[in-house]
């Protein structure tokens, strides 16, 4: 995508055109403002590649269709918002036990329950973390931009099919359902992964360490496979040794815990000497970037570290924005949901809350008030 | 050749139906001559779940009642495989609604229900499918609920293959080949005995079972078939040639031609209108006449779930650098075409700037330092008046020159439509 010039165009869009582009050919959602559009977006894009789109009956039968093409090998993504993410709550757990790769987009709105259809909010932070039983890891990335919307929705495919995981794409409805300019020269494409095929049959959950992705055998291929979503051996029957169980448990967490330093996806916009860092993302990102830029026109300092990847918590490259920094400023839109884990990584630090939760964007001049 | 022999016996209480029914499915495969890399068994939860392990073919095994969902998706992304469902009466019941829309949706998946009329794994508890009057764990007087008559149920969703059997039958492999043999989405009702609870509890034998059917009025053996066109392959069928693979997704550039003028602050405007006025529509003409000049845009539109009624609002920001903070709090221009459109931006009209700038119709009642010029609708037709309150702002206000907004109104397919606004941008001309 070298061509200069300017695009007009939605999240939805870009969202659709980067899961396209990541190999993604089967998608299925239930309508839901404000992640509509999508499903329509996928309707239009999907055919064209000879790709599969469904609309379910319900998030449930969404998902369901989702993980069922995900076990035939194929690249698939579903798109909702809050209260389609608490019905796919199940799913979720289950492509976690069952090892199996799906993009999940969250269009947050507010909440909860119904909340406010169209009004943006950025309220499922911690929801995501902990969206299913047992407390495993997921990853979760978040975009503040469109580029980083069609960057990022790539970089979940190549996540969910690299750790055989679901991987969450955290936006909201203002940076879906708005219509945005993006230059061409800013879409970015990662190198696009596949997940590692498997050679041994009836061997579909085998690793030797713990920490290993168990290479992927595809329903329907030639070399036999099982699909479990209760506790497994190696050969997807139901674990009843102790020894057993626990080990595949661990393993759903090592897989992702000992890799937590490639899953650190950062924008650093640090200067020199300044005393305040503001750290942020998704939406209050952009009132980040707007207030930075105010700042150091008027001649003051200020760093900003805008966070890509919320879960695993980035701790390393939060820990080194933050070494010379005194006053550190996490703004929200929920009720500081971040905040907590931001203070947990840096308890030498004074770390701000700034909160807002009434649909409307925080404001420079409340993020330059904390300073 | 399906069922791994050596793994036996199968972990069911003594005299369990699901034995018979599981053989059954056996001999069925081996008279279809499934090819068992491309034959797949999707089960969930309950006692019939329990044997996947027993089969050499690819096993799916998920959620309670889900497996509808799962079998679908495996058959919409690869139409050539054979996929079929184990499922008991307590996942038709929590998967009811999957199992109806598979059915509707015709996906030639084939499920089987093992229908013992109660939950047998978590101790005896009545399902959707227990009889009125029957006694289970939890109906310890009597079932006050009539049970579903799955048969009927999935064939009155439109599944074009439906049969009941009992699992005594011993032509029960006859019907089951007959199913995998079919098109579309296929359903059999099996009824079972529980020897574990229902059966117990109930006295329920075969004869019982036998009478219960008499009583009822049902039949039993295939109740339906049918070729209906298959999903998976009609989905196929309907797709246009490729385009390549990624000519779809490229961007939508609009090259920078025109200068701009605005000066370095973003500029934030409003229009807001009725339904059927353009609003949106027009924004966007503003937006790319904006793009022609390298700006960076913003819009955001709002207006009721309901639409043509009620008012419509384009929220606008143009800037010489990338758009950031996408709040419009203090806009430094509003257009108001209505009274509807009026109630939506009220609040904002007495904090704007003095030299700030309102072009509203003539007759609406504003209070705002700004200053106001007025619009005679009378001279635009109700679709066009946007038109002309955009050519009037691009006249009084640095933002992009005329001839981008002309070329792009210009530029319009709609014959009609692109007439309409070039005679309103005429008319401005003169009147202003």
């Given at each position: 995508m070298t061509s200069s010039g300017l695009e007009l165009v939605t999240g939805s869009e870009v969202i659709a055109r980067a899961a396209v582009d990541a190999g993604c050919r089967f998608f299925a959602g239930y309508p839901i403002t404000p992640a509509s559009g999508i499903l329509a977006a996928m309707t239009k894009l999907l055919p064209q590649v000879q790709g599969v789109v469904i609309e379910g009956e319900d998030e449930i039968a969404s998902i369901g269709f989702c993980l069922g093409a995900s076990a035939t090998g194929m690249k698939v993504m579903t798109a909702s918002s809050g209260p389609g993410l608490s019905l796919y709550s199940e799913n979720i757990g289950f492509a976690q036990m069952a090892e199996l790769p799906i993009v999940i987009v969250n269009v947050q709105?507010?909440?909860?329950?119904?909340?406010?259809?169209t009004t943006s909010a950025e309220g499922d932070i911690q929801f995501v973390r902990w969206v299913t039983s047992g407390g495993y890891p997921v990853i979760a990335l978040c975009p503040s931009s469109l580029a980083e919307s069609y960057s990022l929705t790539m970089e979940c495919f190549n996540l969910a099919e690299k750790f055989r995981t679901p991987v969450f794409l955290m936006t909201c409805k203002e940076l879906v359902m708005n219509q945005a300019t993006v230059s061409a020269s800013d879409y970015k494409a990662p190198l696009t992964l596949y997940r590692t095929v498997g050679k041994e049959p009836s061997l579909p959950y085998h690793y030797k360490e713990g920490s290993e992705v168990p290479p992927f055998l595809a329903m329907g291929g030639d070399l036999h496979s099982r699909v479990n979503t209760s506790i497994h051996d190696e050969r997807g029957f139901l674990a009843t040794d102790t020894l057993k169980k626990e080990r595949a448990l661990r393993h759903l967490s090592e897989k992702i815990e000992s890799h937590r330093s490639e899953l650190e996806y950062l924008k650093e916009d640090l200067e020199e000497g300044a005393k305040t860092l503001i750290i942020a993302y998704g939406l209050a990102a952009r009132t980040a970037r707007e207030t930075v830029r105010q700042l150091r026109r008027r001649g003051k300092k200020v760093s900003l570290l805008v966070v890509?990847?919320?879960?695993?918590?980035?701790q390393n490259g939060i820990r080194k924005a933050a070494a010379s920094c005194e006053n550190i400023i996490v703004p929200e839109h929920n009720l500081g949901q971040y905040f907590s884990e931001i203070r947990s990584v840096l308890p030498d630090k004074k770390v701000q809350s700034v909160t807002r939760i009434d649909g409307k964007m925080i404001t420079p001049e409340e993020l330059m008030r904390c300073m | 050749m399906y069922i791994n022999e050596e793994k036996k016996p199968y972990p069911f209480c003594p005299g369990c139906s699901h034995v018979q029914v599981i053989e059954a499915i056996n001999r069925a495969l081996q008279k279809v001559e499934a090819d068992p890399r491309r034959t797949v068994m999707v089960s969930d939860i309950g006692c019939v779940g329990l044997v996947d392990s027993f089969f050499n073919i690819h096993t799916f095994h998920g959620l309670h009642g889900r497996s509808f969902t799962y079998a679908a998706g495996i058959k919409l992304a690869n139409p050539d495989l054979n996929v079929f469902v184990m499922v008991g009466d307590g996942g038709c019941g929590i998967g009811g609604h999957h199992l109806i829309n598979a059915a509707r949706r015709n996906i030639g998946i084939k499920v089987i229900a093992f229908n013992n009329f109660n939950f047998g794994m978590t101790g005896g508890q009545h399902s959707v499918t227990s009889f009125f009057g029957s006694k289970t764990r939890t109906t310890p007087?009597?079932?006050?609920e009539r049970g579903f008559d799955l048969a009927k149920l999935v064939e009155a969703a439109g599944s074009p293959f439906v049969a009941r059997k009992l699992a005594f039958d011993k032509d029960l492999d006859e019907t089951i080949a007959l199913a995998m043999r079919s098109e579309g989405f296929a359903f059999l009702d099996v009824w079972e005995v529980c020897t574990a609870y229902y059966m117990p509890m109930n006295d329920f034998k075969k004869p019982a079972m036998e009478a219960e059917i008499e009583k009822l009025g049902m039949k039993l053996g295939v109740l339906r078939e049918e070729c209906l066109p298959e999903y998976s392959c009609t989905l196929r069928a309907g797709r246009k040639g490729s385009e390549g693979e990624t000519a779809v997704t490229r961007p939508i550039v609009i090259a920078k031609k025109f200068e701009h003028r605005l000066p370095q602050e973003p500029f934030r405007l409003i229009l807001a209108g009725s339904a059927g006025m353009k609003i949106v529509s027009s924004a966007g003409y503003l937006g790319n006449a904006a793009l022609k000049c390298g700006l960076h845009v913003s819009q955001k539109d709002d207006f009721p779930?309901?639409?043509?009624?009620g008012h419509s609002v384009s929220e606008m920001i143009l800037s010489s650098e990338e758009v950031e903070y996408l709040g419009v709090d203090k806009p430094d221009a509003v257009i108001i075409l209505s009274e509807e459109g009026l109630a939506k931006v009220r609040k904002v009209l007495p904090v704007m700037e003095k030299n700030s700038l309102v072009i509203a119709r003539e007759g609406l009642s504003l209070e705002t330092p700004a200053k106001v010029i007025a619009i005679?609708?009378?001279?635009?037709s109700n679709k066009s008046l946007i038109t002309a309150a955009l050519q009037s702002l691009i006249r009084l206000v640095p933002?992009?020159?005329q001839e981008a907004f002309f070329e792009v109104i210009g530029e319009i397919r709609n014959e009609a439509i692109r007439n309409e606004n070039l005679k309103a941008m005429e008319i401005a001309r003169s009147w202003l």
């Open positions: 709105r507010m909440g909860p329950a119904t909340g406010a259809a890509h990847s919320l879960w695993p918590v980035a | 007087g009597g079932h006050l779930i309901t639409v043509q009624s005679d609708p009378k001279r635009f933002l992009v020159p």
